[in-house]
């Protein structure tokens, strides 16, 4: 099972611009799909964007659409999600996941980081 882990979180303003990264090791990176979920103060985790295991399909949630861009370099082993225009309440623990199958990435990752915070202060 792949390991994955975060980096790139911290506080920024609102309007302002981060980039994750999520390295894997431990698996064969070129043959899942990779994906980003967020957890929320007082909410439940949720789907945030996702990547197709060639980088040709992409997926987002609404919420998110037009700000934030997924993307993989497969041979860094690398994932990232660019996000733009950040508001107050994309203030999350923001998660790496992984999946052989990118639709049920959406629902059900099998793998997991650890996560890093991402802050927008108003």
């Known amino acids: 099972q792949v390991q994955l882990a975060e980096s790139g979180g911290g506080l920024v303003q609102a309007g302002g611009s981060l980039r994750l990264s999520c390295t894997a090791s431990g698996g064969s990176f070129g043959s899942y799909a990779m994906g980003w979920f967020r957890q929320r103060p007082g909410k439940d985790g949720e789907f945030v964007a996702s990547i197709s295991w060639s980088g040709t399909s992409t997926d987002y949630a609404d919420s998110v659409r037009g700000r934030f861009t997924v993307s993989r370099t497969n041979e860094k082993n690398t994932a990232y999600l660019q996000m733009n225009n950040l508001k107050p309440e994309d203030t999350a623990v923001y998660l790496c996941?992984?999946?052989?199958?990118?639709?049920?990435?959406?629902?059900?990752?099998?793998?997991w980081g650890q996560g890093t915070q991402v802050t927008v202060s108003s």
């Open positions: 996941v992984a999946h052989s199958s990118q639709l049920t990435l959406r629902t059900q990752p099998r793998s």
